[in-house]
């Protein structure tokens, strides 16, 4: 239990980032939403460093502190950034347990799925088209495999990042639709965030538990 006291000192202090880049007198501050995700980055090195492993996941998380602040200033930038993320979690994710073969259909029924959704808005999306073509691809790819990992190697960890990677899944999906219809709502973003976030912070408290 002692472990966990600095991981929940972290993540409230999290949310309390979150809620200054939310609802705070400076709402919507790049500021504050680096210092919301620089709480799971503390976290996956806190537990890297007592492990002794798993820096590949402390990269992922440190990439996704600075696609959070990239995506802010250039949305193209910041996806690939993301995208680069996801790469390190797939590398992470494959290297604690050997993918199944069906670990992947949950990847091929949602980039099907999405192809289909979106099949007539791709043409208005100019540059933007094309990275949102291949960013779900790796997106979903990252969720088939952590959704399999408790299966194929059961434990705290495993559980951690597949519940992380589902929230990461979700948020972003929500993030891409109010992109490509332009809906962007306080409310939209209260769930991308808070999604996002937690998501982030799963990953890192794999490297705790």
Do not use: N
């Not at 202090?13 to 680096?34: C, H, I, N, Q, T």
């Not at 993918?99 to 192809?115: E, F, I, K």
């Amino acid at each position: 239990m002692t472990q966990l006291i600095l991981p929940i000192v972290l993540f409230l202090a999290m949310e309390l980032f979150l809620y200054l880049f939310l609802d705070g007198p400076r709402r919507g501050s790049l500021v504050w939403k680096a210092c919301a995700t620089l709480m799971p980055v503390l976290t996956c090195l806190y537990g890297v460093l007592r492990g002794g492993g798993g820096w590949l996941l402390f990269a992922a998380v440190a990439v996704c502190l600075i696609s959070d602040v990239l995506i802010g200033v250039h949305f193209v930038s910041g996806v690939l950034s993301f995208l680069l993320a996801h790469v390190l979690l797939i590398v992470h994710l494959v290297l604690q347990a050997q993918p199944a073969a069906w670990s992947l259909l949950p990847w091929a029924v949602l980039y099907g799925g999405l192809w289909v959704y979106y099949w007539r808005e791709l043409p208005s999306l100019g540059k933007k088209a094309v990275p949102m073509c291949i960013y779900p691809a790796f997106l979903f790819g990252m969720f088939s495999l952590a959704l399999a990992l408790p299966f194929l190697r059961p434990g705290a960890p495993s559980v951690c990042l597949a519940l992380g990677a589902a929230c990461f899944c979700v948020s972003d999906l929500v993030l891409g639709d109010g992109v490509v219809h332009e809906r962007q709502t306080r409310l939209r973003d209260h769930i991308i965030m808070h999604l996002y976030e937690p998501a982030v912070f799963l990953f890192a408290l794999s490297a705790v538990v």
